[in-house]
Nanobody, 120 residues
């Protein structure tokens, strides 16, 4: 069973930085896309950033220039470096993975979510 293990959320002051990690547990044949969504209280879920094989990235306009998504293939881990954080970045961040399994079937899975709170 493929699972995602997230870490790195927490409380940070405005202007601060955090790095989220999302590690793949289980056997997959090929990663298609990994990324992060976020959902703030009372708001709709939005795509924050994604990275699609081999190395194509996409960001929400609100985080361009501040957030960077990257992937370590050797560790099967994706990172979201978040700089110059703003109170409006406060949300529950969930990692997602789209992949092909050993039988060639495409599937997707989600992490449990990690809370990021930006406040003084």
């Amino acid at each position: 069973q493929v699972q995602l293990v997230e870490s790195g959320g927490g409380l940070v002051e405005p202007g601060g930085s955090l790095t989220l990690s999302c590690a793949i547990s289980g056997n997959i044949f090929r990663i298609n896309t990994m990324g992060w969504y976020r959902q703030a209280p009372g708001k709709e879920r939005e795509l924050v950033a994604r990275i699609t094989a081999p190395n194509s990235t996409k960001y929400a306009d609100s985080v361009k220039g501040r957030f960077t998504i990257s992937r370590d293939n050797a560790k099967n881990t994706t990172y979201l470096q978040m700089n110059n954080l703003k109170p409006e970045d406060t949300a529950d961040y969930s990692c997602f993975l789209v992949y092909h399994d050993d039988h060639g079937k495409m599937d997707d899975t989600w992490g449990q979510g990690t809370m990021v709170t930006v406040s003084s």
